[in-house]
Every structure is written in structure tokens, then in C-alpha cells.
């Protein structure tokens, strides 16, 4: 069954390894010697408590997670966090600045995408204060309308004292990404110009920011510049990590905070299950936690540390994006292909382009699914193309779309 396999590069839920499937049908007969099957076991038996403290181990180890910072797991995926973050962090700030008045308390977006923007709609929606609009990538694109940049950092406009500061790091929809300070193969000058691009180290060091950091379609795909820093990081695992379900979070511990508390001197109560307060405290088994996708991820995270962990998905995902943003310029010196995004804005995960010419988009797709490659239709939103380039994704089956993309170009 496993030779039936398409290449999948759709933008998640995602491709997985092969290897990792074929192993996890042997824990779902019989996870760990048990003889109960990984989605048959009780989440509280030493078992499973002992596996989940092995993923927690895997994901701080690999992301060098200070113990100023607690991980999480959850569900209800990035949209459950564009709330819980909002009440969670506004239930710190009525904790810091009890007496200050609703419409005093602000928060901070960075707009660079259609789900930087659904954050943003959720802040105002349950915000209270006042929603500020940090930057907005749609304000530096030629029609006014089109998230296709991350604005230049002397743009962006922090608002005093915010209760949250939000960023997209990966915006999957649009393909726009925040450039990285890499780790190796580039000058010291040009590590300083890429390192300056991440402009939030710009806020106040004197306190603690509370910086929020959406990594749903970047978590493990490369090192995470300035994690420290943050309060908040989050990510949904269905795209490099593991099957939907499961929401990993990595927070700050100032910001688990006691929300009925907070909600006693006028902070909004905090449904039970959002609060990170019951998270950490429960060791995310408060309640029944998604048992098979942990477990799935589990595996996907120990086959990462085999392979050399983030260090390694760096290097081989900058290949692969290199591979596939050369091809496209190719294309676009011909006139066949058409990028969608600005210059150091590009994703190394979302490959965003449009397909010039009459029914020529349907004729590229087509040519793709006979040669077994699938999911590259843009999302509804934008059209066009979109090719995810996960971490499940080989950098053999990227040179297999690139072939076939330079073979389009030149029948054109
Ligand atoms: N944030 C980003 C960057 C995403 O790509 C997605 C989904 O694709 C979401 C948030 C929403 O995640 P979920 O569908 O898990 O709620």
C-alpha cells in the first residue's frame, strides 16, 4: 500500500515519514509492551504519562527551551490559541495594573497574513482595550490590499505597555515569512541584516514583553531566533509535526497566571480548559488529551533527533526552499511563473506563485498529479499555486517538483 503513496505537498494537515506511519500501526496494537493499543490506553497511566514527558524532553532539548518556559499540549489548534492567548495575557496584565481603566489596555498585532489577521479579529472580538495595529504588510504591497511582505522594522509602532504583542512568524495562506538569522553558510555581515529583520527585540528589556509568537507552520523547521524572549509560542502539529489534534505551547511562567483571580478584580473569566493555569498545573492531562496524535508526534520528534534535530531541518529546509524560489525566478524570467511574495518575505515552508497565462495553472496542475505530486493549489483565498515544503517532505521529492517545473517552463 505504502508504493501507492503520492508526494504529498499540500499545506497540512500535511505529508508525514513513511517510516514513522509504519511504526505507529505497531503501537496501535500494542503501545510499549502494554498490549493496549496507543488510542485504547488511559491518558493516566504511567505509561503514557512517562511517553508525554519524553515529547516535552524532546521538544526543549531540541529548541534549547530555557526552564524559564513551561510546555504545554492542548487541543482546539491555532484558533483556540488566537483566544487563550487574549485572555490568558489580559488576565497577567489586570494581575500587574489592576487600576488601569479597559480602554487603557491595548494590544498589540503584526499584520502580515490572512492569519495574523484571523488573530487580530479574535483580539478585537474578546479584547475589551484597545486592538493597535503594529504594522500591516498590506500597506507595503503595490495595491494596497496584498499580504505578500513582513514590513521593514522602522515601521513598526508598539503601543505602551501592551498586554500581548502578536506575530505570525510563517503565514501559510500567503507564503510570507520572517526572515531567520541562520545558523551557518552565511557571513557574520549577513547573519547582522537578517538578525536585524526580527525587529521585536527592538521592545523593552526592562520588562517582561509579552511577545506571542504563532510557529504553526514553522515549529521544528528550523531554530526559533530569540525564543527567550517570548511569552507565548504556539503551534497546531499538523503541519511538520505530527497529525491534527494537538496544540503545543511554550510559555513564559509569568504569564500562568491565576485568571479567577485576575477575573475577581475585573479580568473576563477564563473557560477552564483555555487557562494555562490548568495546563501546567494538570501536566496537560487535566482532561483527556489527544492521545494518538501526541503519540504520533512523539515518534516524528525522535526521528528528528536522530537525524540531528532542528540543526539539521534548518539546513536541509534552506536547501529545499533555495531549490524551489531558483526554479520560480527561472520561470519568472520567462514569463510563465509569477511570485507572490517580496523579496526576503519568502517562505522556506509555502511556496506561493501564480501560473501566467489562460489555462495554464489547470495544465501545470494536471502535469503535477500525473507524475504523482498532489496538494499544490493555492489556498481559496489567494489562488495560484502553494507548495509546502514540511519537514516530512525529501529534499529527493523537492528536486522531483523542480524538474518538472524547469520541464514546464521550457515547453512554454
Ligand atoms: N495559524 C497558522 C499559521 C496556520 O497555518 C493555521 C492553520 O493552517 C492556523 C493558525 C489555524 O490552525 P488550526 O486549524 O489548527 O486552528
Known sequence: ATSQRVINFGAGPSALPDSVLEDATKGL???????????????????????????????????????????????????????????????????????????????????????????????????????????????????????????????????????????????????????????????????????????????????????????????????????????????????????????????????IVDVDTAAQLGAQPVPITLSYKTLAEGNSVYNTPPVLAIYISGLVLKRNAELGGVEYYERVNRRKAEMVYECLRLGEGKGVFKGYVKKGSESWMNVVFVVLGEGKEKEFLKGAEERGMVGIKGHRSVGGIRISLYNAITEEQTEKLVKYMREFVESQ
Open 29 to 255: 496494537l500494542n503501545f510499549d509492551n502494554t498490549g493496549i493499543g496507543i488510542a485504547e490506553i488511559s491518558h493516566r497511566s504511567p505509561e503514557f504519562t512517562a511517553y508525554l514527558a519524553s515529547v516535552e524532553a524532546l521538544i526543549r532539548q531540541q529548541l534549547n527551551v530555557p526552564s524559564t518556559h513551561s510546555i504545554l499540549f492542548t487541543q482546539g489548534g491555532g484558533t483556540g490559541q488566537f483566544s487563550a492567548v487574549v485572555l490568558n495575557l489580559l488576565a497577567r496584565h489586570r494581575l500587574l495594573y489592576p487600576d488601569l481603566r479597559e480602554e487603557e489596555r491595548n494590544l498589540d498585532y503584526v499584520l502580515t497574513g490572512s492569519w495574523s489577521l484571523a488573530a487580530w479579529k479574535e483580539g478585537v472580538r474578546l479584547g475589551g482595550g484597545k486592538v493597535n495595529v503594529v504594522a500591516d504588510g498590506r500597506r507595503g504591497s503595490e495595491d494596497g490590499k496584498t499580504f505578500d511582505n513582513v514590513p521593514g522594522r522602522d515601521s513598526f509602532r508598539f503601543s505602551e505597555n501592551p498586554a500581548l504583542v502578536y506575530y505570525c512568524e510563517n503565514e501559510t495562506v500567503n507564503g510570507v515569512q520572517f526572515k531567520h538569522a541562520l545558523s551557518d553558510g552565511d557571513s557574520q555581515e549577513e547573519k547582522e541584516e537578517e538578525e536585524g529583520m526580527f525587529p521585536f527585540h527592538l521592545l523593552p528589556k526592562d520588562q517582561l514583553v509579552p511577545l506571542v509568537g504563532d510557529y504553526s507552520s514553522s515549529f521544528m523547521s528550523r531554530s526559533i531566533p530569540h525564543l527567550a524572549d517570548h511569552a507565548v509560542i504556539y503551534a497546531g502539529a499538523q503541519k511538520n509535526i505530527g497529525p491534527a489534534g494537538l496544540t503545543i505551547l511554550i510559555v513564559r511562567n509569568d504569564c
